[in-house]
């Protein structure tokens, strides 16, 4: 055994980082059987940028329990992914490279990126794109990986996937096609929520409402025939008051609707009135939707400004009148419906974003004479996409979804049931889940119009007019999959046929990135490859994951989960909170508020940081907090040096016993420690766990070490020494244990000064390990009560600690017999009296 001179918990993370991976310290056990598996769906974090503190925070405390549940004997499978598919990661290759993908340019094979981006986004072919794609990912894993290194994430790094990989390609193509087979997936032509900017569908998952400044426009409808002045209750002879906050979509109104109580309008239902500018005949209807109170009472349906026009033109079975392009523009040509003068008010529209077609619409009604007033300001929500700058549209498009309980009550009812299956921590998390699940609106919109993405795995025949048959397509086998339908050929026929008529032609779209990230387990579990680790890990155990993507990650895989196993992906889910700055809003990229890792690791130390993760409470936003930082370092400098000095006392001897009565009272009060921390980690409750051990760790720092010190040296024989020594040995053994899931590099550091193997192998203590050592916990408390008399005493006179106490009071009914000694020479206490009262009295 060699003690360092100077301790230090600097460069332990380099250190030991490369020693385990050598080692193979956290190589899943293939052999084992499932009942000793324990397994974890691990987050992939998007590989796009950097991370940031907060993702340190909760990976940190999964990285507990993947700690914990090894040292109990669990083969643990814990993998690594990364989320490197989808739209983050291409608008950051767009920023990055100054590139935009043009898919009808060709590859060129040449293609270098300019060093420096310019102003304006040079177009590239698609498969120039998603090189760079590639390129610039690898570029971000690697420091990703180097920050889950210095973290001490204990993670087995062969089994790390990416899903954009092969497997992962091809594990959720291979899920596309058989929810295709049974009926889950479907195509449809409906109204789809649209991102402009981006120019692809949003699922209802990726939403947020946002405040924004808005106007109220009351316009006015006339009836369909003869004009008259207008007012604000209709009847049917009178024109129509309207208020709405989207006057540009009047050409697109294709009806009137209002409450079916609504006593102001229920004379005009089943008559129509024409619109105002652009003299289309629409009906006024009545539906529960429409709200009394708002605007006027009554709401122009247009096709379509928001999610309630899609149910009212679905429920009342309306026509479409599209006006909005993919670009969000005004289509060049009028809708139909529209009189000669609507469309020629149209034609100037044509082209126009619809911030102008506001403005010139407004215009064109106070002209008219048709806008009653002044707009009048308001603030409401819009929705956005949730990575998004603009405004969502609703443009009416062809897509792929999956059935998710939307418009199905019984499947809706049995993922409601999963959730209640499922065990939650903290527990009232399940509400999250339920609340998704009773709101969903319809089913999951999967394709997005996208480029760096799982391929739609499928192609249509063309006929001899080169028009594609959607209701025939053309699938590949299990066997080929992965496949990219834009270069790969459909069985049957020849890659010269392609977009030919007689031939055939791709589907264009990739999956939306969650439809491939809700198959985690099923990816890193090797379904369809290896059939064998799958059956090993699968359902998994765990499920980490933050509380704002119940919604989308957690809610996908349960139904994946469910639609094609039958089960749950997993028993458990764990919830991390926000880490929150120091105006307590979330930390977040896109915000600009984060703190990133590395320099926060490198100040404070990897254990410092994780001490901060650990002292959180499941589920709880946390705020950052380099203080709880300090204190953790203070930490993992004490246990380097209180184990420097434990082992410095020597070895007990070979016959050593634990005899004395403090060294028995330090074991017995060990045990119950033991038990709540077990108790807690079991409940994937780390901060109580660690709060258990350190209390005790400092108990044994602060007071126990005095107490015993000069019998450890050997002041009063072998015997004593030897007990104390052994006593010290095993209870420092028991707490770097404990603390080793938290604080893995010094932990890692102290226990290699003298024991074999890493701690991180060690068993789990349980409080049957000091059976035959540990005492009644009495004397301890005795002996810790009468010390800190002493401490008090001699910080009032202000004198230092090894001054002589004259004279210390003991109460005449306690253990104090027991630990006297030990206490004298703590204290360096001349004399001892006893007395009846309970407390300690010192005199210096």
């Given at each position: 055994?060699?003690?360092?001179?100077?301790?230090?918990?600097?460069?332990?993370?380099?250190?030991?980082?490369?020693?385990?991976?050598?080692?193979?310290?956290?190589?899943?056990?293939?052999?084992?059987?499932?009942?000793?598996?324990?397994?974890?769906?691990?987050?992939?974090?998007?590989?796009?940028?950097?991370?940031?503190?907060?993702?340190?925070?909760?990976?940190?405390?999964?990285?507990?329990?993947?700690?914990?549940?090894?040292?109990?004997?669990?083969?643990?499978?814990?993998?690594?992914?990364?989320?490197?598919?989808?739209?983050?990661?291409?608008?950051?290759?767009?920023?990055?490279?100054?590139?935009?993908?043009?898919?009808?340019?060709?590859?060129?094979?040449?293609?270098?990126?300019?060093?420096?981006?310019?102003?304006?986004?040079?177009?590239?072919?698609?498969?120039?794109?998603?090189?760079?794609?590639?390129r610039l990912t690898a570029q971000d894993e690697v420091a990703f990986e180097h920050v889950w290194r210095v973290v001490g994430l204990s993670v087995d790094w062969s089994l790390l996937y990416t899903t954009i990989g092969t497997r992962a390609r091809a594990v959720s193509q291979r899920a596309f096609l058989r929810a295709l087979a049974r009926g889950?997936?479907?195509?449809?032509?409906?109204?789809?929520?649209?991102?402009?900017?981006?120019?692809?569908?949003?699922?209802?998952?990726?939403?947020?409402?946002?405040?924004?400044?808005?106007?109220?426009?009351?316009?006015?409808?006339?009836?369909?025939?003869?004009?008259?002045?207008?007012?604000?209750?209709?009847?049917?002879?009178?024109?129509?008051?309207?208020?709405?906050?989207?006057?540009?979509?009047?050409?697109?109104?294709?009806?009137?609707?209002?409450?079916?109580?609504?006593?102001?309008?229920?004379?005009?239902?089943?008559?129509?009135?024409?619109?105002?500018?652009?003299?289309?005949?629409?009906?006024?209807?009545?539906?529960?939707?429409?709200?009394?109170?708002?605007?006027?009472?009554?709401?122009?349906?247009?096709?379509?400004?928001?999610?309630?026009?899609?149910?009212?033109?679905?429920?009342?079975?309306?026509?479409?009148?599209?006006?909005?392009?993919?670009?969000?523009?005004?289509?060049?040509?009028?809708?139909?419906?529209?009189?000669?003068?609507?469309?020629?008010?149209?034609?100037?529209?044509?082209?126009?974003?619809?911030?102008?077609?506001?403005?010139?619409?407004?215009?064109?009604?106070?002209?008219?004479?048709?806008?009653?007033?002044?707009?009048?300001?308001?603030?409401?929500?819009?929705?956005?996409?949730?990575?998004?700058?603009?405004?969502?549209?609703?443009?009416?498009?062809?897509?792929?979804?999956?059935?998710?309980?939307?418009?199905?009550?019984?499947?809706?009812a049995r993922l409601r049931e999963r959730g209640q299956e499922l065990t939650w921590q903290p527990a009232h998390m399940r509400t999250r889940y339920e609340h998704w699940v009773d709101g969903l609106a319809g089913d999951w919109l999967i394709s997005r119009q996208r480029f760096f993405g799982v391929p739609i795995p499928v192609w249509y025949p063309?006929?001899?007019?080169?028009?594609?048959?959607?209701?025939?397509?053309?699938?590949?086998?299990?066997?080929?999959?992965?496949?990219?339908?834009?270069?790969?050929?459909?069985?049957?026929?020849?890659?010269?046929?392609?977009?030919?008529?007689?031939?055939?032609?791709?589907?264009?779209?990739?999956?939306?990135?969650?439809?491939?990230?809700?198959?985690?387990?099923?990816?890193?579990?090797?379904?369809?490859?290896?059939?064998?680790?799958?059956?090993?890990?699968?359902?998994?155990?765990?499920?980490?994951?933050?509380?704002?993507?119940?919604?989308?990650?957690?809610?996908?895989?349960?139904?994946?989960?469910?639609?094609?196993?039958?089960?749950?992906?997993?028993?458990?889910?764990?919830?991390?909170?926000?880490?929150?700055?120091?105006?307590?809003?979330?930390?977040?990229?896109?915000?600009?508020?984060?703190?990133?890792?590395?320099?926060?690791?490198?100040?404070?130390?990897?254990?410092?940081?994780?001490?901060?993760?650990?002292?959180?409470?499941?589920?709880?936003?946390?705020?950052?907090?380099?203080?709880?930082?300090?204190?953790?370092?203070?930490?993992?400098?004490?246990?380097?040096?209180?184990?420097?000095?434990?082992?410095?006392?020597?070895?007990?001897?070979?016959?050593?016993?634990?005899?004395?009565?403090?060294?028995?009272?330090?074991?017995?009060?060990?045990?119950?420690?033991?038990?709540?921390?077990?108790?807690?980690?079991?409940?994937?409750?780390?901060?109580?766990?660690?709060?258990?051990?350190?209390?005790?760790?400092?108990?044994?720092?602060?007071?126990?070490?005095?107490?015993?010190?000069?019998?450890?040296?050997?002041?009063?024989?072998?015997?004593?020494?030897?007990?104390?020594?052994?006593?010290?040995?095993?209870?420092?053994?028991?707490?770097?244990?404990?603390?080793?899931?938290?604080?893995?590099?010094?932990?890692?550091?102290?226990?290699?000064?003298?024991?074999?193997?890493?701690?991180?192998?060690?068993?789990?203590?349980?409080?049957?390990?000091?059976?035959?050592?540990?005492?009644?916990?009495?004397?301890?408390?005795?002996?810790?009560a009468a010390i800190e008399a002493v401490r008090r005493a001699k910080s009032a006179a202000k004198v230092s600690m090894r001054t002589p106490l004259s004279l210390l009071t003991a109460p005449s009914g306690d253990p104090f017999s027991l630990i006297e000694q030990d206490v004298r020479d703590a204290g360096v206490i001349t004399a001892v009296t006893?007395?009846?009262?309970?407390?300690?009295?010192?005199?210096?």
């Amino acid at each position: 055994m060699s003690l360092p001179d100077k301790p230090t918990i600097d460069g332990l993370p380099d250190k030991w980082a490369q020693r385990w991976e050598s080692e193979r310290v956290y190589r899943f056990d293939r052999a084992a059987p499932r009942e000793r598996v324990f397994a974890i769906d691990t987050p992939p974090p998007t590989a796009s940028g950097s991370l940031h503190v907060g993702h340190v925070f909760s990976y940190s405390q999964t990285d507990m329990i993947a700690r914990y549940q090894r040292m109990r004997g669990r083969a643990v499978f814990y993998p690594m992914g990364w989320d490197d598919n989808g739209l983050p990661t291409e608008r950051r290759v767009q920023q990055f490279y100054g590139v935009r993908c043009d898919p009808s340019l060709p590859y060129d094979p040449r293609y270098t990126p300019p060093d420096k981006p310019g102003r304006q986004q040079v177009p590239v072919s698609r498969r120039n794109f998603i090189e760079l794609c590639e390129r610039l990912t690898a570029q971000d894993e690697v420091a990703f990986e180097h920050v889950w290194r210095v973290v001490g994430l204990s993670v087995d790094w062969s089994l790390l996937y990416t899903t954009i990989g092969t497997r992962a390609r091809a594990v959720s193509q291979r899920a596309f096609l058989r929810a295709l087979a049974r009926g889950d997936a479907y195509p449809a032509q409906a109204p789809t929520l649209w991102d402009t900017t981006f120019r692809t569908a949003v699922a209802q998952a990726e939403l947020e409402d946002r405040d924004r400044p808005g106007a109220y426009h009351r316009l006015v409808f006339h009836p369909d025939g003869a004009g008259a002045e207008p007012i604000t209750v209709a009847t049917p002879t009178r024109p129509v008051v309207v208020a709405t906050t989207r006057p540009e979509l009047l050409p697109a109104c294709v009806a009137l609707v209002a409450h079916p109580d609504d006593a102001r309008y229920r004379p005009l239902f089943g008559s129509t009135v024409r619109t105002p500018l652009f003299g289309a005949r629409v009906p006024v209807l009545a539906h529960r939707l429409a709200d009394p109170a708002k605007g006027t009472g009554i709401a122009m349906v247009c096709t379509f400004g928001d999610t309630t026009d899609v149910i009212w033109w679905r429920e009342l079975d309306l026509p479409i009148r599209p006006v909005l392009g993919f670009d969000g523009r005004f289509a060049p040509d009028a809708p139909e419906g529209l009189s000669e003068d609507g469309r020629a008010a149209y034609a100037g529209l044509a082209g126009a974003t619809v911030h102008t077609g506001r403005e010139r619409i407004t215009a064109l009604l106070r002209d008219s004479g048709e806008l009653l007033g002044e707009p009048e300001p308001i603030t409401h929500p819009v929705k956005f996409y949730e990575r998004g700058d603009k405004p969502l549209e609703i443009v009416s498009t062809r897509q792929w979804y999956l059935r998710n309980g939307g418009r199905d009550e019984a499947l809706r009812a049995r993922l409601r049931e999963r959730g209640q299956e499922l065990t939650w921590q903290p527990a009232h998390m399940r509400t999250r889940y339920e609340h998704w699940v009773d709101g969903l609106a319809g089913d999951w919109l999967i394709s997005r119009q996208r480029f760096f993405g799982v391929p739609i795995p499928v192609w249509y025949p063309l006929d001899a007019d080169g028009l594609p048959d959607h209701d025939q397509p053309i699938t590949p086998g299990e066997h080929a999959l992965p496949v990219d339908p834009s270069s790969d050929t459909p069985p049957g026929y020849a890659d010269d046929q392609r977009n030919r008529p007689g031939g055939f032609t791709a589907d264009p779209d990739v999956m939306d990135t969650w439809a491939t990230s809700s198959l985690t387990p099923q990816i890193a579990g090797g379904w369809g490859f290896d059939d064998d680790l799958f059956a090993r890990v699968f359902p998994m155990d765990l499920r980490p994951q933050s509380h704002e993507i119940i919604r989308t990650w957690l809610f996908a895989t349960v139904l994946r989960g469910h639609t094609e196993h039958d089960t749950l992906p997993w028993r458990t889910a764990t919830i991390a909170g926000w880490i929150l700055d120091p105006d307590r809003k979330k930390m977040s990229k896109s915000v600009g508020n984060v703190v990133t890792p590395l320099d926060v690791l490198a100040e404070h130390g990897s254990d410092a940081v994780r001490y901060w993760a650990a002292a959180a409470r499941p589920g709880a936003d946390t705020a950052y907090d380099t203080g709880q930082m300090r204190v953790g370092r203070r930490l993992a400098m004490k246990i380097l040096n209180a184990t420097r000095f434990v082992l410095g006392l020597g070895e007990p001897g070979p016959a050593a016993a634990v005899a004395e009565p403090l060294d028995r009272a330090l074991l017995g009060a060990l045990r119950p420690v033991i038990a709540e921390a077990t108790a807690a980690l079991d409940a994937y409750d780390q901060s109580r766990a660690l709060e258990a051990a350190e209390r005790f760790f400092w108990l044994f720092c602060d007071d126990y070490l005095e107490l015993v010190k000069q019998r450890a040296y050997g002041q009063h024989g072998p015997e004593g020494a030897d007990s104390a020594r052994l006593a010290l040995r095993t209870a420092l053994s028991v707490l770097l244990r404990l603390l080793a899931p938290v604080l893995p590099f010094v932990t890692e550091e102290a226990w290699s000064w003298w024991q074999p193997g890493s701690i991180h192998a060690a068993a789990w203590p349980t409080p049957s390990d000091l059976d035959g050592t540990a005492g009644d916990p009495a004397p301890l408390a005795a002996a810790t009560a009468a010390i800190e008399a002493v401490r008090r005493a001699k910080s009032a006179a202000k004198v230092s600690m090894r001054t002589p106490l004259s004279l210390l009071t003991a109460p005449s009914g306690d253990p104090f017999s027991l630990i006297e000694q030990d206490v004298r020479d703590a204290g360096v206490i001349t004399a001892v009296t006893r007395h009846p009262s309970s407390a300690y009295l010192a005199q210096v």
